[in-house]
Structures are given as C-alpha cells and as structure tokens.
C-alpha cells in the first residue's frame, strides 16, 4: 500500500501535512474566506479543495486537464461495482429516492436516510470506506418501501421483467441485514478470506481455489513479472475458473469505452511527445487488458518528470483485495506547484550538508549523501478511489522491479492537506489542547508550512541519512524496526527543522515556524494522538509509537532543567515548552542514539527505547483527553467534493476552461449519477 493516507482527527492534519503558502495576500485573502468544510454527517466532514494555479496554466495544458478529468469521472460506476456487486443497484434506487420522493422531507426518518445516502455516496458503496463494516441505516425497512413507492417521474434499476416490490423484496436484505456481507474485506486468517469479503473480485471461488489458480499461472524465476490478476474478476463458470479481464469489450467495457474516449482526447493535446506516448499506451492496456502493457505504460509514466499535467487513471491500489492482487479503479489529475517543488528540491540539493551537520557519529554518516526527488502537485479533479476520500500523497507504480528497474514517483497533494489545514483552524480541537492564545496562534500562522517542511525533512532526507555497519541488516531490530525507523527519520526532521540554514535557504520565514512545529510535535506525541487509541490499549501503530517514543524520551530527560513543563489549567492537563534550543539539543542527542541502534541493529536498545517510551499509555491522562476530545463532537474522516470545469468553445474548439467550486455534496453525487453512469 503505497498510498499516504491522512487518518483524519480534526487538528491533527496539521501533523501529517502540508499547506501552499507565499501566495500573494489577496489570493491569501481569497483563500481564508473560502467555505472550506460544506457538510457533515456521520463521522465525516465534506470539505472542497482550490485548485491554485489553474489559471495561470496555458489553455492547452487547461484542455488536457479537462479531458483527463471527464476521463476521471467515467470510473465512477466500476469502483462501486468492485466494491460490491449490488452497490450500483443500491445507489440508483437512493439517487431516484433523493430525486423524486414527493412525500415529507422535513421529518426525521428523511434525514436518517439522508445521512444513510451520504454516506453510500461517500464509501462507493455500502461499506464503511475505512473499516469496511456495513454501514447499517437507522431507517426502517418500512419506511424504504414508503420512499421507493413515493417517488415519482424517476427510473429505478429494475431488472427486465422485475416489478417495483420485487426490488424492494430483493434490496431489502441487502440494505438492512447485518449478517448479509457484513463486510468488504474480511482479515481474520482463520476465515477464507475469499468467501468472507463482500468485495466484488471473485465469485463463486474459494481462497484456496484462488490461490491454487495464481500460483500455477505465476513463473517465479521471473525478474520482471506482470501483476498477476490486476485488472480482472475471477469467477466459476460451469464448473470452469475464468478470469472476466477489465477492457474494452470486457468486463467494465462500457464504462472503459468513455474512459479511452476521453483519453484519445487527451492524447491531441499532451504537452510532449513522451506525455502522448504514455497515454497512448494506457488506452492500449485498456484496449487488450494487457498487463505487460500495463507495464510498459508505467516505464513510461515514470519518465514523464518533465510535463506539467500529470494523472494517474487505472486499477491501482490491492488493498481492497484480502488476497492483494485485484486492482481498484482510481484517477487523479493533477499539475505541478512549481514553488512548492522548488522548496523539496532546494532541501535535496542540501542533502550532503545536512548529513555532514547529523549529530550522529560520523562512523554511521553517508560519505555521498543524496535526497530523494520528489514533487509536490495540485490535484485538478479525483475519481474512483480517490474520491472523495483522498491521499494526501501518492508514490506509484507499485511494482516492485519497475520501481528499482526504472524509478519511482512520490508525490505530494499540497492543495489537499492545505484544504484540511484551513478547514481545521477554526476547528476547537486545537484551542482544546494548546496552553495558551499565543501558542495557539503561532500554530495557526506556520503550522502548515512548518508541518510540511517536517515531512519534506523526514521523506527526502531523513530516512535516506546514515548508514548501516558492514553486515547489519534492517531485519536485525525485527518488529521494532519500523517504530525506530520513524522515530529516526522523525528526530532529523525535528532537529533540522530549528537549525538556521531552513531560514538562510529560504525554506522557513523565520524560528517562530519552527517553534509552531515543536509546540504540535510535544502536544501530540504526549497528549493528543491519544484519542486514536481506545481505553485499555497500547499504542501498536509505528508511526504513533515513533511520535510517542521522541516525545516521551525528550520530556523526560528534560527534566532536570525543567524544558518542558506539565501544566493544570481549569483541571486540563497541558504540555508548555519552556525552552525550545534545549529541546532541540534533546532531539539531536536522541537522534544519535537512535542512529548508533539502527548502524549497529542493537536490538536490545531498540526494544528497551520502545517499550520503555512508545508503548504505553498513562490511563488517567488517557482518559482525560478522550473525554475532552468527545465533548468537541468532530467527525474523524473527511473527504473532498471535486471542482468544475467548463469549457469555452470558439468556433467548435476549446480554447479555454473555467474552473469554480460547486458547495452542495449532495447536488454533486446527483450529478455524477446522471452524467457518468453506465454500467
Ligand atoms: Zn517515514
């Protein structure tokens, strides 16, 4: 899995990303007065994202955006048919209600099926999108009935032959019994995991029976192997196990057809000649179901560093798949933010500086140290998988050989975590967990800068610092590789992040940002990443044990001289950071600590630095800040409604295109299911 997903608990974001800044103060202006969150219900918020830059884009490179944005919209319907194979029945009986129910819409049965729709909308299906549980509707059969019979002047997806009450009788089970696929994807090993998962990859199939299939088909002494059942269903038919392949002319083949238009389309306009190849042989995968073309078509993509407008449109992701094999359809469109680029590469280019300025002992230092390259994008539209739950960063292709072979690309969303940033300030989740005003406000101004430059520290140069000594490998730390992994790549972040050479770079405005990044780092890896946790457990998650670890480790050896401090205002605890360089120091000496266990794979000392700082939780405080967090009321996962573009025509050829921000989510699924469906 190699998507960045944010697990959203409003005023976290901050931590995992990101904001565009420097804009200029009228296009500050515009963005602070923006309505960034448009709805709520459930555990979910409905946000909207800019599309910065825009504008500023040739019209060419505005077409192509439009024509690889229709592109992502017509894989609407295929996402919700893999996720189950009645979810597209059900969205169009819940879409013919929302049109057409001509009776109360005032009362609060309306509003139950309401937030019951939304959330189909919002899961592609009837599947809670992040557990994968049912969503269950709070709604009676009863009434369902009532509302299908009471809508008027709307079609509903009956079967040839089939009557209105025989849909009901068939939907009525599917919607409203919990023991009906329970769930999408099914982790328990001691079930089979094929026939426990509601997810529409197989059919007919046991696990066994599909394992026993792949592994006759894959050649293992292949170095540059296909990615075996990617693109297709695997079902029995007449007793015989067939592969229904995703192309044209195959399964999903009508919804596919749209898709190659569009992306013919694309092809006229491509900035260059490798961007038009690169399309041309994904519509080329498309046509044959290919997946050596697949291949091919990702070589290309990953040499496409040069063109502006960038995609992603495909069966990607295998987490939907309890086997990890099938691929879920996902698009995203997206440009390159030039400025933003400029920073991660400016902090590249420092890599061998940084390294040689490490306080960790120069027998671990990298004699040639190299950041990695990444860039930061503008997502233009999101489709399939990525909407409207979205990452906030992306590094394909997935293959395994083509990513050592021929390369990679990360990316990172930056108008994404920038909407979740501004939708989080007015959020009370930070004036609930932050001593005083001037902290909080300090957080407010630089957080999102100073949160994004932490990431860019710990992906582009952290993890890649250091070496191991001859003959240790990352397997020597076994399971507390990853928390020490994090926990490294964590400490150089912080540590350089206060050091004067961001603010000589350009890369931070002034110390104050990088004391923003401090006061958030302490109060959540002390505090307030407590509230993922349920009473009574550990911390498990590397990431979190990797933030608890740093945070504990530092608090307490910064004792004696009193860095920071735990304070009790109005019977809520606090952490305050009194001395911020000394902090810093902390995090340098723990960083060379943690560096000397990873060079040497000194198990013991990572196990005893984990279990004595990342693991466990103080149940008093735990349940003092689960309280405090319930009393806020905020919903935990958000997702994005998506921006229109209109083209301007002359004379029968676009010649520019018009973005705008529509504000009703429900208006927008509406749309969506009128204008590309077809499955
Ligand atoms: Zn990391």
Known sequence: MRKMMVLLMLGFVILFVAGCKKAPESTAKARQ????????????????????????????????????SEAALWGRDIIFDQNYRHNLKIRKTLDAIVEGYQGDRTTPEWEKFMVYTKRVWFSNGIHHHYSTDKILPEFSPEYFEALVKGSQGVKFPLEEGQSLDELIAFLKPIIFDPKV??????QDPSLDLVANSAVNFYEGVTQKEVEEYYARLIDKNDPT????????????KDGKIVEEVYRL???????????????????????????????????????????????????????????????VNGFIEVYNDPLGMKGTWEALVNFKNLEATKRVATISANAQWFEEQSPIDPRFKREKATGVSAKVITAAMLGGDCYPSTPIGINLPNANWIRRMHGSKSVTLENITYAYDQSSLDSPFGKEFTYNEEILERIKKYGSLAGNVHTDLHECLGHGSGKLLPGVKSEDLKNYHSPIEEARADLFALYFIMDPKLVELGVLPNEEAAKAEYDVQIRNGLMTQLVRIEPGKNIEQAHMRARALVSHWVYEKGK?????????????????????????????????EVQRITSEGDYEAAKNLVETYGV?????????????????????YAGFINPELEPVYENGKIVDVKISYPEDYVKQMLKYGKEYSIL
């Not at 466990?616 to 935990?636: C, F, G, I, S």
Request: glycine content about 4%; some cysteine; aromatic content about 12%.
């Open 560 to 592: 004696p001289d009193n860095v920071i401090s735990r304070v009790k205002k109005d019977g809520k605890t606090y952490f305050v950071i009194n001395d911020y360089q000394k902090l810093r120091q902390l995090y340098g000496e723990l960083l060379k």
């Open 181 to 186: 696929d329970p769930k999408k994807v099914c």
């Open 616 to 636: 466990k939780v103080d149940p008093e405080l735990h349940q003092e800040v689960l309280e405090r967090y319930r009393k806020l009321n905020l919903a935990p």
């Open 225 to 236: 192997p296909i990615s075996y059942g990617l693109n297709s269903r695997l079902v029995k």
């Open 33 to 68: 007065d923006f309505k960034w969150q448009v709805d709520q219900f459930a555990d979910i918020r409905i946000l909207r994202y800019q599309v910065p830059g825009f504008e500023e884009l040739t019209p060419q490179q505005k077409e192509l955006i439009y024509y690889l």
């Open 249 to 311: 002319g195959g399964k999903y083949g009508q919804a596919i057809e749209k898709i190659v238009y569009w992306l013919e389309k694309a092809a006229t306009v491509a900035e260059n000649d490798l961007q038009r190849q690169v399309i041309e042989k994904l519509i080329e995968y498309y046509r044959t179901g290919d997946l050596k073309k697949f291949d091919e078509y990702n070589i290309l993509w990953v040499k496409d560093t040069e063109s502006v407008v960038d995609f």
